[in-house]
């Protein structure tokens, strides 16, 4: 993995609070010209470490109402690419996650209704050879929506500090042996 340092993270911190913001703005506060900023950018995301920018749309607005996390059970672990392959085919599936734990594979999958959510799991998802069981939880509510944090500091170009050396025992004499 590429190394990244504070001004690369300076400049994650700043684009993914907002991803529209100008990179005149970014450059801004970074304290740099637009031209690095541009580059920054442009070796982040060539290095794999911006993954995607975009919209976020909000699922219920166009008429899924129903977030889902389905735990899938699979015959076999070594089932899980070709289980994967079928449930990409599926565009209610939005993550798909191989798992330790009671299941081999949890997705989270958006649906309009019951009926649609119900039509997903029986006649998509548990029609895949290899598929053994189901668990379905279905989301009441998301609370918490966010990416991950971005340090300030870039620990991978921390130095280790030196360890301490131990410091000299001095013997105090016995208050009873002065006269």
């Known amino acids: 993995m590429e190394k990244i340092d504070n001004l690369d993270l300076h400049i994650l911190g ?22 690095a900023i541009h580059q920054r950018v442009q070796r982040l995301i060539e290095a794999g470490i911006i993954v995607g920018s975009g919209y976020n749309v909000n699922p219920k607005a166009i008429g899924y109402s129903t977030c889902t996390y389905v735990g899938i059970r699979l015959e076999r672990g070594s089932m899980y690419r070709d289980v994967a392959t079928k449930l990409n085919k599926i565009p209610e599936i ?26 997903l799991l029986n006649h998509k998802i548990q029609e895949i ?19 991950i944090p971005i340090p300030t500091i870039n620990i991978v170009d921390k130095k280790p500090r030196k360890p301490r050396t131990p410091r000299k025992k001095i013997e105090v004499a016995d208050t009873e042996d002065i006269d």
């Open 94 to 119: 939005v993550e798909c996650h191989f798992t330790t734990g009671n299941y081999t594979m949890l997705v989270k999958l958006y649906s309009h209704d019951n009926e649609h959510l119900m039509e």
């Open 129 to 147: 050879p290899g598929v053994i069981s189901t668990e379905t939880l279905i989301s009441l509510e998301q609370t918490i929506s966010r990416e």
């Open 14 to 35: 700043v684009i993914t609070e907002n991803a529209r913001v100008p990179f005149k703005d970014v450059a801004a506060v970074c304290g740099v010209s637009r031209a």
